[in-house]
């Protein structure tokens, strides 16, 4: 869950360095650092803890030059955040490396270094891969087959990216288990944990596989797979600048919030006709494949788990299709039984989630008909391993609290149960209707954002809070799960969600004027349900939050009870278009509390770590 970039160029490559940690401090930044070869082909080293920015100052104080180098921005996992814990890591000042993973040996590959005579200086796993590095190097003398010999030795998950003074026109780079880019241009090449990184000076990228060790200079890049020279597909990439501009928005979160209209106009471009999604919006062989369809199972972490939950009620309550949801990093850890004919759905914002890619792996051991992923990363592991794969088409996600990646998410996973529908019980008139209501959705999507300055006013009712509680039934109680998670996420306030029936067995014992109760509470089947519930929270004091539209007849007539007046939307649509209004909630309390909105603490965009 680190930032790797790396350079080996003609020029002086320290700008590029910084700007590529700045563009992927969304990954991590509990500090940062890089190293570069100068002039004189000594590792010149510079750390800092903190944000980017940190490293910058200490930057303006001295003077680097150097025409390769390699720079990260660190998520801590072994270690607290530290200047000597963070990379890059350097084994008797030969040789420097950064990495992204766990190291799941590293004790052992400790004890056995200390016996060598190699001395520690930091807490983490990644100083065991430096000093085997060196170690192997000192007996080769060559660093590419040093390399080879260290991975060898190597359990877990890893990309490194390596200089060494020794070897001043080369960069190496490895990935096992965590993504890891080659940047490819004329007369300099590089390397990153994301194409993002680069987008300012390359649009030419190499994705590696796991297992590939690449070898670079300046004019040549070469891969090899088990030992041997391999070909990999030169990738171009279009994104510009203005897709990671905030632009007029305070917070990169505010940004993502706003496009939502958008990104779920491009989610659904070129799937619907009139009355139904097309066939091949999931693929050219999908339809044979959801035909065979008897059985569902969705994986996936975070957010995107929250979005498999609401999948859950419509592809049995609209497709009449068996459907079970679990934890990535659950399953995997588990003997699952495969039902006949089951199709296994993961979901990853990213297409790197550890658990999630490793989930997948694993599905496609143990029997599953097929494999599908849905995914806002074209190139990511998940989409190039996964039989079939439908893109979000999210555009660029910067903020850590996931929104309108999960919005769009639950759009393709609506367009997946009406596909499927179709080949079961799903009748042309329900999927006509739907249809219909999903071309609409990107208007509803606008109405909402106009309750934004409501909204904010709502927020100072919870500036002084520390604990909130979220309602919801139905395909609702998990929009309540992620209304809760981005309030935790963002403002630090602990929240839990609840379906409301719920709050008798337990939460209600919790509640009184200072814990907000926040409901959602369309207008569908179990409205009544849910207005009893409230009448349970209103009779103990609780302060309530209602968001539902005017239909439901739910009004401030009584003291402690807040309405916001949703636009009416079909309950089977609801979901979507429910969870704006706590996303711009979470929002505007993280700002009234002044915390990091994009970047909140110990928290990190891709997690590619167990």
């Known amino acids: 869950m680190c930032g790797i ?168 780079a490895v990935r096992h288990g965590s993504p890891l880019v080659i940047g490819k241009g004329i007369g300099e090449n590089f390397i990153a944990s994301d194409p993002l990184a680069l987008l300012p000076v390359i649009q030419k990228f190499i994705y590696l596989e796991d297992n590939d060790i690449a070898d670079l200079s300046r004019d040549n890049i070469t891969i090899y797979a088990d030992g041997k020279p391999v070909e990999r597909k030169v990738h171009t990439l279009e994104m510009n600048n203005d897709m990671v501009d905030r632009g007029e928005y305070r917070h990169y979160m505010s940004k993502e919030i706003a496009e939502q209209d958008l990104a779920i106009s491009a989610c659904l471009d070129g799937r619907l006709s009139k009355n139904q999604v097309l066939d091949s919006a999931f693929g050219l062989t999908a339809k044979e494949i959801f035909h065979k369809v008897q059985h569902i199972q969705l994986i996936a972490c975070g957010t995107s788990y929250h979005a498999a939950l609401v999948a859950r009620y419509w592809l049995e309550g609209l497709a009449g299709v068996p459907c079970t949801v679990e934890v990535a990093s659950e399953f995997r850890y588990r003997k699952a039984v495969v039902q006949p004919n089951s199709l296994f759905v993961c979901l990853s914002q990213s297409g790197e989630t550890a658990d999630t890619l490793a989930a997948l792996r694993l599905a496609k051991k143990i029997g599953y008909l097929a494999t599908l992923a849905i995914c806002n990363v074209p190139e990511s592991s998940l989409v190039r391993e996964a039989d079939l794969s439908f893109m979000t088409r999210a555009g660029t996600e910067i903020g850590v609290a996931s929104t309108k990646a999960f919005t769009t998410q639950l759009c393709a996973l609506l367009m997946l149960t009406l596909n499927i529908g179709r080949q079961h019980q799903l009748s042309a008139d329900t999927e006509s209707h739907l249809v219909t209501e999903l071309l609409d959705l990107p208007k509803k999507i606008k109405m909402v954002l106009k309750l934004d300055s409501a909204i904010a006013h709502l927020a100072t009712h919870f500036a002084d809070k520390h604990h909130a509680l979220f309602l919801g039934r139905g395909a609702l109680y998990p929009i309540a799960l992620e209304g809760a998670l981005k309030l935790k996420e963002i403002s630090y306030i602990h929240a839990e969600g609840y379906p409301a029936g719920e709050l008798k067995h337990g939460p209600l014992a919790l509640v009184d004027k200072n814990m907000p109760v926040i409901a959602v509470a369309p207008h569908d089947d179990l409205l009544e349900k849910i207005k009893s519930n409230l009448h349970e929270v209103r009779a103990r004091g609780g302060e309530l939050y209602v968001f539902t539209d005017s239909k439901s007849s739910i009004t401030e007539n009584t003291t402690g009870t807040h309405i916001v007046e949703m636009p009416h939307v079909d309950p089977v649509l609801a979901p979507i278009v429910y969870t704006i209004p706590l996303q711009l909630l979470s929002y505007h309390v993280a700002v009234l509390k002044g915390t990091d909105v994009d970047q909140p603490r110990n928290l990190a965009k891709s997690v590619t770590v167990e």
């Not at 490559?13 to 890089?34: F, H, N, P, T």
């Not at 104080?61 to 996992?77: L, M, P, Q, V, Y």
Request: charged content about 25%; proline content about 2%.
């Open 5 to 172: 970039v790396g350079a080996i160029a003609e020029r002086n490559v320290e700008k590029i360095l910084i700007e590529g940690l700045k563009r992927l401090e969304y990954r991590g930044y509990d500090s940062a650092g890089l190293a570069i070869l100068d002039a004189n082909h000594s590792l010149q080293r510079i750390r800092a803890t903190g944000k980017v920015r940190e490293l910058e100052k200490a930057l303006s104080k001295t003077s680097i030059c150097g025409n390769s180098g390699i720079a990260h921005t660190r998520w801590a996992t072994h270690g607290a955040p530290s200047e000597q814990n963070a990379h890059p890591l350097m084994s008797a000042d030969e040789i420097a490396i950064v990495h992204n993973g766990i190291i799941e040996n590293h004790d052992q590959l400790r004890q056995q270094l200390l016996a060598l005579g190699y001395q520690f200086t930091s807490e983490t796993d990644t100083e065991t891969i430096v000093h085997l590095l060196h170690h192997h190097y000192t007996k080769s003398g060559d660093l590419l087959a040093a390399t080879r010999d260290t991975v060898a030795q190597l359990e877990g998950a890893y990309a490194l990216g390596i200089l060494s003074k020794r070897d001043p026109s080369r960069l190496l």
